[in-house]
């Protein structure tokens, strides 16, 4: 899958979470490598992730004190990064409007 975008992910480590820093590498060099094509496979590999629709995922990373949410477009192999943060302000979004 291709990860759009890395500066994201590179820009909430660099901002003051390097904790976060690691388990996102991890993170992006894993699905990078994916080749998803439903929700199904997502929740095989990553199956605490939680499925929001049909195309917005949320990750758990670093044991869940941040959140990650993503949109899929499987067929076109791409992922979204269209939010992260703390697990505190995850809980104030309305993670459906991303």
Avoid at 29 to 47: H, I, L, N, Q, T
Wanted: glycine share 6%; net charge positive; charged share 25%.
């Amino acid at each position: 899958m291709r990860v759009i975008a890395r500066k994201t992910l590179v820009a909430f480590w660099e901002a003051g979470h390097a904790d976060a820093g690691p388990p996102l590498r991890a993170w992006f060099a894993e699905v990078s490598r994916a080749e998803w094509s439903s929700m199904a496979d997502v929740k095989a590999r990553y199956p605490h992730a939680s499925v929001i629709d049909a195309e917005r995922l949320v990750f758990n990373i670093g044991g869940n004190k941040y959140r990650l949410v993503v949109k899929v477009w499987f067929a076109g192999r791409a992922v979204w990064v269209k939010w992260l943060g703390t697990h505190a302000d995850y809980d104030r979004l309305d993670v459906k409007s991303l």
